[in-house]
């Protein structure tokens, strides 16, 4: 075997040393934080006593709902939208281009301004969507009515991300061999069959990619909320984020680590619950329907 | 099962781009038969293909199914079944029900789908992977499957095949082919086979059709392609070493090739006056000897090559460059001197690359 030369090392202590110093320290800090009750400078070691108060914490438990009704609304609109979309988007051409760039487009904004976007979108003096409503005669209210301000933040993340998911559909639609729906063709399959049987298992990975991003994106959604409604009116729009932001502000350090990493836990768990799931599904010999 | 008819069949992408992608077609495939569309890359024989199944639809001419036009008509329409060159199945379906899917699309009841599938798979051994996920398969697996599911339907009128062996492992390869072979015996199927391996297409069709830049240049069995190629691409594009082809200039009552003059019939040179001309001779039909001969070509041997079974002799004699295949036992070195002719009914004449009719004579 070669020896490999071991002063390539050396080269790495300067990326090391700033990862350690922007991300493992932190870390190490916040679990550290975690285990300890911390005011004025001073610290207790108080074991796991901040983790059961925020298994126990009415706030932490309805932003925890919220959190997972959202992000789980927000997969079920994107992911079949996405899907569509990239459907009906031109295969070559200028026109694939042009579609390509329209489509992308939300997705180059920072997250601040399409909250600033939005807020202005929304705005009950300026904005088009109030205007809108009230052709129908709906009095839209984005800072006082719950239900407008909850689904104006879902249409805002929708408007945001369902572009990424028509992206990976589009290049994996790209990537099915012509023969596959030659031959469905000749099968005599539906539309819909052939969907389901060719283009559905095709768009596995780029789908199992897109969820796992879109799942772990929405559950840290903060900036954009922030901007539009800033959790309110309540805390109806007051996700898990917001919930940790308000605790970090409170110098609440020791609360704030121990929500932090069951937090990321949380992510952590779903989304590997999520990655099992896409990956299996239909891949297993799977029994006839008759043999 | 159906007879197979193109009339007058061409093919642009492009509408009014002129480009065209196959042109002048007429071919015919009698029920039931087994043939071959044997040609280079790119000359037209997948369009071709698609032409017949309904994957596309002709800019010019008609497609006839048992002498009903169906030009018009959508690939399940005319019930063509296709195997294409990477295998294609149903990746989340069992093979059950991969091979019970053309069935289930047009409504067929249980009892006749697992009759059906269950006899099919008998015909391609796939009884012991029905229950299996399609996906987890090999190649050649697929590749059966994709022809089942071709077959499954008893209406199928005929099966298309393009290219379907190139990702088959070689030693997958030949038993597949004897497996068509078996088929095609059995249930008496129209079938054409696209290949630009002509081993392949000799060896699998009865008929076979030789393309090249979107024409069909040659209709007829393996030997007819070999004893009497009717265009100079036919003759060296077929054989291995193909055809000597040689050019030709029209003199008084024959041809000139080289410093050797070739005597025709004078209806034989009518019209060929401004015409490219070229003679092909397959190198197996040169009769060479050591002992001078009377009119043969005294030529000297520049190369020998071995083949295995036979011997390759690159000869120069005449002003003409030519190869002969002669019996690997035969004693010939580099430098030896060889009396060669070119025996009359064996030598053909091509105009503007085709056969001049009159020496196509019939082949003992």
Known sequence: MKTENQRAWFFLIPALLVMSINAFIPIMTVINYSFQDIFAGSAIWIGLENYVRVLNDSEFRSA?????????????????????????????????????????????????????IWRVFTRGDLGLVPVFFNLFGYDYNVANNAVDAYWSVVAMDVWHWTPLIVLLCYSGLNAIPDAFYQAAKIDGASRWSTFRYVTLPRLRSVLTIGI???????????????????GGPGTTTAFLSDV?????????????????????FII?????VFFLVLTNVGTADETPKEA | MAKIELIDVAHEYQIGSGDYAVKDINITWNDGVSSALLGPSGCGKTTLLKIISGLLRPSEGTVLLDGEDVTGLSPQERNVAQVFQFPVVYETLSVFDNLAFPLRNRGANKQEVRER???????????????KGASSLGAAEKQRISLGRGIVRKDTTAVLFDEPLTVIDPHMKWHLRRKLKELHARLGLTMVYVTHDQHEALTFAEQVTVMDVGEALQTGSPRALHTRPAAPFVGYFIGSPGMNLFDATLQDDGVMVGDLKLSYPSETLQGLGGKKLQ?????????????????????????VNLTGSSLILDLAGKGLDFKVRVMEDADVNEGDTLYAT???????????????????????
């Not at chain 2, 599938?117 to 229950?131: G, P, R, S, T, Y």
């Open chain 2, 117 to 131: 599938v269950h006899e099919i798979a008998e015909m391609l051994d796939l009884q012991d992977l029905l229950k």
């Open chain 1, 64 to 116: 925890l709902g919220r959190q997972l009704i959202f992000s789980f609304l927000i997969l079920l609109i994107q992911v079949p939208l996405g899907i569509a979309i990239s459907l009906g988007m031109p295969k070559k051409g200028w026109r694939a281009t042009v579609a390509l760039v329209a489509v992308g487009l939300p997705l180059l904004i920072p997250w601040n301004v399409v909250g600033i």
């Open chain 2, 342 to 364: 070119f025996p009359d009914e064996r030598v053909i004449l091509y105009a503007d690359g085709r056969a001049v009719k009159s020496t196509l004579k019939e082949a003992a």
């Open chain 1, 212 to 230: 796992l991003l879109r799942f772990m994106d929405s559950f840290r959604i903060y900036s954009e909320v922030d901007m539009l409604t800033g």
């Open chain 2, 279 to 303: 003679v092909g001779i397959r190198p197996e039909f040169i009769e060479v000897r050591s002992d001078p001969d009377d009119g043969a070509i005294k030529s000297t041997v520049e190369a």
């Open chain 1, 268 to 272: 952590l768990i779903i989304s590997y």
């Open chain 1, 244 to 264: 940790l932001v308000s605790k970090a502000r409170a110098n609440e350090f020791g609360y704030g680590g121990a929500l932090s990493l069951i937090y990321f």
